[in-house]
Nanobody, 118 residues
Framework: QVQLVESGGGWVQPGGSLRLSCAAS????????MKWYRQAPGGEREYVAG????????NYAESVKGRFTMSRDNRRRTVDLQMNNLKLEDTAVYYC???????????WGQGTLVTVSS
């Protein structure tokens, strides 16, 4: 059974930090590109960051570049998203996604809520 389980969400004040984690099971993790998306209240789901299968290349949305860092550990089958200098507009449900390279296969987690407010 395929599972992506996010954790680490919560409430933080502007300027603060949070670290999200996504634990994968039920599929060949190291074959998959891993990505983080987010969906703000009333908004569309948007891309945040991605990492290639071997962790060698990472990509970030302009809105988070320089503040967020994505990493993956193929041995532990996890991806993390370190979020620093959080802003009010970072408030959203954050989702982990696995994409099979060259296939239409994709898996989503259930999401974890991040709330940035004072």
């Amino acid at each position: 059974q395929v599972q992506l389980v996010e954790s680490g969400g919560g409430w933080v004040q502007p300027g603060g930090s949070l670290r999200l984690s996504c634990a994968a099971s039920g599929f060949t993790f190291h074959y998959y590109v891993m990505k983080w998306y987010r969906q703000a209240p009333g908004g569309e789901r948007e891309y945040v960051a991605g990492v290639t299968q071997d962790g060698g290349r990472k990509n970030y949305a302009e809105s988070v570049k320089g503040r967020f860092t994505m990493s993956r550990d193929n041995r532990r089958r996890t991806v993390d998203l370190q979020m620093n200098n959080l802003k009010l507009e970072d408030t959203a449900v954050y989702y982990c996604k696995a994409e099979g390279a060259g296939t239409n296969t994709a898996y989503w987690g259930q999401g974890t809520l991040v709330t940035v407010s004072s």
